[in-house]
């Protein structure tokens, strides 16, 4: 039985891929099942959610969640990557004013389309876009509607802006920095990314590798997050043990019967007397309003 259940956030260094991050954190834990809520590319740091042992299952309901980076803007250059670990395609005789390169920026704010990049793990016809690239093939891409909710931009060098974005999910930052290039004539790439929070979770609760290695084991197990916090904006509903059990073997709970009342669509973290076990969903049954089980942890 897996003795492991729980979320690690770990700040992951520059240079590691994200699935060779995961299996050390998996090895150190001793977990039997990790996983991860969203890739970061090796030249990334930041906030990346290790999922481990039956924590798994609530995957599914921490990929919607916006995230939040800083960044940095390098302009006058363009490469194949869209960011400095790329080969170099063009440089610019000259770069925009800070007021320029701010106007600019206004049109990245909001709902936008942006076309995916071609070092990217998204698939066509079965094929992961980064394997053609890496072949020399480059493939038409659809834009895609994302939403950059904030976008601040600050002069660090003639050349480089921080850049502070909360989007949503399947922005590549990357991309946001070639566009704003484009749009000013002179090119642009990422020199620098870090995800500040994902999921919900935040840069100042993520360990590194090296900390996670050094801790004993009962440290590495106090650095773990319940199952729970995921559903944390979710009203709690405790049940006694009979209906408990009815949830847990997949069978509907009435509310009339526990003296609840919640619309259709109402998602509640279900918990018993041992703690938080399930997330349910309110819908219309023959009988009234029930809920059904969604995820048993």
Do not use: W
């Not at 793990?121 to 904030?150: C, F, S, Y």
């Not at 440290?219 to 405790?238: G, H, I, Q």
């Not at 609840?260 to 997330?279: N, Q």
């Amino acid at each position: 039985m897996e003795s492991v259940c729980g979320i690690f956030i770990l700040n992951k260094g520059e240079g590691l891929t994200s699935q060779s991050a995961v299996n050390r954190v998996k090895r150190l834990f001793g977990a039997q099942k990790a996983g991860h809520t969203g890739t970061l590319d090796p030249m990334a740091t930041g906030v990346l959610p290790v999922l481990l042992g039956r924590a798994v299952k609530a995957s599914e309901f921490m990929l919607s969640s916006d995230k939040h980076y800083r960044a940095t803007l390098r302009l006058g250059l363009t490469t194949d990557t869209e960011d400095t670990t790329g080969e170099v395609l063009s440089r610019a005789d000259r770069l925009p004013g800070a007021e320029e390169v701010l106007a600019a920026a206004e049109a990245f704010r909001g709902e936008i389309l942006q076309v995916p990049p071609m070092y990217s793990a998204l698939k066509q016809n079965g094929k992961k876009l980064v394997d053609l690239a890496r072949a020399g093939i480059t493939v038409e891409r659809e834009a895609r509607p994302v939403t950059v909710r904030r976008l601040t931009l600050s002069p660090l060098s003639p050349s480089d802006y921080d850049m502070d974005v909360i989007c949503s999910k399947g922005t590549y930052i990357r991309t946001l920095c070639a566009d704003i290039g484009r749009a000013l004539g002179v090119g642009g790439v990422m020199a620098s990314l870090c995800r500040m929070e994902a999921a919900g979770f935040s840069l100042a609760e993520a360990h590194t590798l090296e900390e996670l290695e050094a801790a004993s084991e009962e440290e590495r197990r106090a650095f773990l997050f319940p199952v729970e916090r995921v559903f944390s904006s979710l009203p709690r509903l405790n049940l006694p043990p009979f209906f408990a059990r009815l949830a847990k073997n997949g069978a509907p709970i009435y509310q009339k019967k526990i003296g609840v009342s919640l619309p259709a669509g109402s998602r509640v973290r279900v918990a018993d007397a041992d703690g938080f076990f399930a997330v349910a969903e309110s819908c219309e049954l023959p009988d009234g309003m029930a809920f059904k089980t969604l995820k048993l942890f």
